[in-house]
């Protein structure tokens, strides 16, 4: 009998025991790695607890909360099998890595995605390499190009967020601190949950001091629940530096824990950093963004993703 099913049905064997689950799936291994029991009432705390410990599994993972009544062998291999299409995408991510930023903005525009890739999977990910390492070498023609694609109509929601995060993105490529905060309100009320963070982001590159959005910055991390929003929210007021504030120092003290050695640098660092002058940092010799390497996307070890280092001499 094939090694798969066998897997298979020895997981769906442990989730029919479950009241309710959360299955953690391997992208490496191709199997069910994790399954985290909860109950059918389970409240939306003890839910958030369960991706936490998603998130403790590695990074090349996918989950999934299910209901052990209705699950079927099939299901799970239905699952498997989206699995390798998601590694099949990220073998199509690392080769845009090295992509000429022409070939990547005619890819995005046109829209020229196929299987196992997506509009939408593509289209953001593209995105994010123009942004956090090309940036500088988009002309004109580029920008205005990717502009009206931004203002092209979406065909849904998930496209909708692709068009607001490369119209929040541009603004800040530009420079445009004005056409942010325009783009800031207009969104404000109806924004994709996904594009949050890329709002946070672009806030932080363009040093926006703007008190209505420090205060938006500093609430994700004292009132937040997941994680990954509180760094990015971190990040951007380490980068906008003291005009965030006492208050935005405060809220990371007291909200941002050393969990490990390089987040315990990173958060003394963005505290010194809203602590002292501005014309105490320079920009980071080795990045742009606070980012390198297109294809893992790692923190720059020099600035710890701030982007910014502290002025020598």
Known sequence: MDGNIVKNQKALQIIKETEFCYVVWSLDSNEVIKVIPLSKNSTIEERI???AADSESGSHIMGRFIDPASITLADLEAEQAETRKIDKRRTIFLSWAHQPVDSLVKTLICQE???????????????????????EQLTATHIDALAEFARSPAADQFMMSVRQKLECYLTAIRGDALAFMEVWRH???????????????????????????????ISAISRGVFFNPKVVAMTALGKIGQPAGEAAALAIEQN?????????????????????????????PKCLRGVVNPEESHSCLTCLGLALVRKSG
Do not use: N, Q
Not at 127 to 132: K, Q, R
Not at 195 to 217: C, F, N, Q, T, Y
Not at 258 to 284: A, G, M, N, P, Q
């Open 49 to 51: 607890l369960a991706l």
């Open 113 to 135: 995605f196929r299987e196992p890739m997506d509009s939408f999977h593509g289209s953001d990910y593209i995105i994010e390499i123009l942004y956090d390492f090309h940036s």
């Open 187 to 217: 969104h404000h009320e109806h924004i994709v949950i996904s594009v949050w963070e890329d709002m946070m982001k672009a806030a932080g590159d363009l040093r926006i001091s703007d008190p209505e959005i420090i205060a938006e910055l």
């Open 256 to 284: 941002i824990y050393d969990s490990s050695e390089y987040l315990k640098e990173f958060r003394h660092r963005v505290i010194d950093r809203i602590r002292s002058r501005d014309d105490t940092w320079v920009k980071c």
